[in-house]
């Protein structure tokens, strides 16, 4: 079994080497992910526009539906032969 240190000192820390990519290297991966969260801000927007939409049509069909305007009867068997 190995022992454990429970410390953790600055100079240690300063000992440590991290290795990075290169400056070209972090701004091509800055805007592979700027060009990602674009394209994911542009489906969110699409899908809060249909979400309207649907909301949208779905009142329209309640309100049809209670006023008479559509026969649910008819509506529902014609559905479910598709």
């Known amino acids: 079994m190995g022992s454990t240190h429970k410390t953790i000192y600055v100079p240690d820390l300063q000992m440590l080497r991290i290795p990075l990519p290169s400056l070209a290297e ?12 674009h394209q994911v801000d542009q489906l969110a ?19 049809a539906a209670v006023t008479g305007q559509l026969d649910v009867t008819t509506a529902s068997s014609t559905a479910s032969s598709r």
């Open 26 to 37: 972090q701004k091509e991966i800055v805007d592979r992910i700027r060009s990602s969260n």
């Open 45 to 63: 927007d699409a899908l809060d526009q249909q979400t309207g939409l649907l909301s949208e049509r779905r009142q329209v069909l309640i309100t």
